[in-house]
């Protein structure tokens, strides 16, 4: 099927539009159901992506709840960044929570987003009420740097497109797994028009050596995991190559409150293959349920 605006953008009239200056860079945020009461929740993407990559699950949740999306420093329409380390990361996050008034929020993070979840979790663990890692931790396994380093490669060398159209079907080849309204979302959102009329990706070609410098913030990571207090979920997709046995057993042993489940039947990409249960998931662990795999 060809690109279809309808279900791009089906989502538009659900959030508020906000722009916030960390002091370093303006970072975009969407704001849904704004008015709600309880814990609000903050949900980071991952790597190379953007903040709309969300919107089905951010409507499913945002029933009876704040939800924030975050465009990451570098990301969709946030400004880019003269560098990309964690720890920068997380205080865009503190300038988000100061300047939006949230006491505490609860944390969702997937892939890269999962990390950037850690560091703000252990710089500010008061702030933080839940935290839930989707498919990565302080350590990525070989096979999933190589996996990373080379999505990434694919996105630059494919350079533009002459079409949504034409972005829409190389999105659907390039991800077979996910399901269709996150495809649309992608080429809707993922890309913008330059100077020669082609839409070329948003997101600051300089985040491609984010998969290298990523070695460098592990001994930060894995210290800002001693000092994380809330409760912890990791949610481990059966068919990816960013978590493995040997990380689960060092991230319980160095989490507090980490549970464990694995999602059957996935690729890494767990918010945009099973989205249902992602959000039943999610639902049971924020509420304190037990949850069910």
Known sequence: MPYDDHIASAWDHEYTNRTINSGEVELHVTDWNASAEGTPLLMLHGLNVQLHTWD?????????????????????????????????????IDEIVKQLELSQVDIIGHSQGARVGLAFSGSRPDSVRHLVLSDNGPQVPRAGVKFAQAALAAAYETRGFASLDEAYEYFC???????????????????????????????DPELWWTTFMGKQDVPYLWSMCEKIVAPTLLLRAERSPFVDDDLVKRMSATISKLSTVTVKSCGHYIPRERPDAFVRIVREFLSDQEVRP
Do not use: T
């Open 56 to 92: 089905p699950i951010a409507k499913e949740l945002a029933s009876d709840r704040r939800v924030v999306l975050l465009d990451l420093r570098g990301h969709g329409d946030s400004a880019w960044a003269p560098e990309y380390h964690l720890g920068s990361f997380a205080n865009d």
């Open 173 to 203: 080849s390039a991800n077979p797994d996910w399901r269709d309204e996150f495809l649309q979302l992608h080429a809707r959102h993922q890309l913008k028009s330059n100077w020669a009329g082609r839409l070329v990706y948003k997101a």
